[in-house]
C-alpha cells in the first residue's frame, strides 16, 4: 500500500479512528474482522503505544489475531474474558435499523458471537454500506461440509414464498477450492437481492439442520459510524436515535498511512 491513501482507505481509517473514542482504559474489546475492521487495530495499536491505554482484544478471526500481534494489540479468546465491554466491527450492508449483513470476509460465525457477548456494539463504515433494505449484498450463511449439497437444497426451499426478490444460492469459492471458515465451514452465498423480512429469514434459515449461522445481525448494533475521505463521519445511534455531523482529528494519519506502507 502506498503512503498516500486512496480516498476509500481514508474514508475507512476516519470511522475507524471516531470508533475509537468509544474506549476506555481496561476494556475488554471485540475486535472485527474486515479491511475498515483492519483499521481500527492499528490505530489501537497507536494509542497502546503513544497513550500506554491498556485493553484487552478479542479477535473474530485468524487474520485479525494475526494483525492485532502485529500491532502490539494484547489478545484473549472470548473463553478467557467471558464478556466484553464492546466490539468494532465493519459490515457488509447496514439498514435504517442498523441491521447489518456481515461475513462478506467469511468471519461472520465469531463475529456474531463476539458481538452478542458485548455490552456495545459499534460499527465502522462507509457511505457504500447504506441502503434503505438489506439484500443487495448476498447473505453468507455458514454451514457444515457433512451433507452440504442437501443443506443448499433446504435452504432454496426454504426461500420459496419467503418475502425476497432473488432465489440463488452459490458456493464460496478460494480460487478452485472451496472457501473454509476458521471453523473449517463451508459459506454459501443467498443472492436474494432485497429481503422484505430480515427476521423471519433468520430465523428460518438457522432452523435447517446444516445451518451454522446466518450473516444477519438484528437487534445486535448500537451504532453505526460512516466516514468519508475528507475526515467528516456521521454517527448513528440507535439507542437514543441521535444523528449527528462531526469531523475526525486527522493529524496522526500521516503515521499510520506510512507505517502501513512500510
Ligand atoms: O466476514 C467479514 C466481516 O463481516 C466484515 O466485517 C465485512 O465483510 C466488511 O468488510 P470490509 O470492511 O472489508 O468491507
Redesign the pocket.
Known amino acids: 500500500m502506498s503512503a498516500t491513501p486512496n480516498p476509500i482507505d481514508m474514508a475507512?481509517y476516519v470511522s475507524a479512528k471516531r470508533a475509537l473514542d468509544y474506549v476506555q482504559d481496561g476494556m475488554r474489546i471485540g475486535l472485527?474482522?474486515?479491511?475498515?475492521?483492519?483499521w481500527m487495530v492499528r490505530c489501537l495499536g497507536e494509542m497502546i503505544r503513544q497513550d500506554g491505554l491498556r485493553v484487552t482484544g478479542v479477535p473474530t478471526?485468524s487474520r485479525t489475531a494475526d494483525l492485532a500481534r502485529e500491532c502490539g494489540v494484547p489478545i484473549a479468546t472470548l473463553e478467557d474474558v467471558k464478556w466484553l465491554d464492546l466490539t468494532i466491527?465493519?459490515?457488509?450492508e447496514f439498514d435504517p435499523d442498523l441491521s447489518l449483513i456481515?461475513?462478506?470476509?467469511?468471519?461472520?460465525l465469531q463475529?456474531k458471537i463476539v458481538a452478542t457477548a458485548s455490552d456495545m456494539m459499534v460499527v465502522?463504515?462507509d457511505k457504500s454500506?447504506q441502503v434503505d433494505h438489506l439484500g443487495a449484498f448476498p447473505l453468507?450463511v455458514e454451514v457444515i461440509p457433512f451433507g452440504w449439497q442437501t443443506t443448499k437444497a433446504l435452504i432454496e426451499e426454504s426461500l420459496i414464498g419467503m418475502d425476497v426478490a432473488g432465489r440463488q444460492v452459490t458456493l464460496r469459492l478460494n480460487r478452485d477450492a472451496s472457501y473454509r471458515t476458521d471453523e473449517g465451514n463451508l459459506i454459501l452465498d443467498l443472492h436474494l437481492r432485497r429481503i422484505g423480512n430480515p427476521r423471519q429469514l433468520s430465523l428460518v434459515l438457522n432452523q435447517i439442520p446444516g445451518v451454522v449461522e446466518n450473516?444477519l445481525f438484528l437487534d445486535i448494533c448500537d451504532v453505526v459510524i460512516m466516514g468519508d475521505a475528507e475526515g467528516g463521519v456521521e454517527v448513528r445511534d440507535i439507542n437514543n436515535g441521535s444523528v449527528t455531523q462531526e469531523r475526525v482529528d486527522l493529524r496522526d494519519a500521516d503515521n499510520i498511512f506510512v507505517s502501513v506502507s512500510d
Open positions: 475507512k472485527g474482522t474486515g479491511s475498515t475492521a483492519a478471526s466491527d465493519g459490515a457488509d456481515k461475513g462478506g470476509g467469511g468471519a461472520l463475529e465502522i463504515t454500506k453468507p450473516g
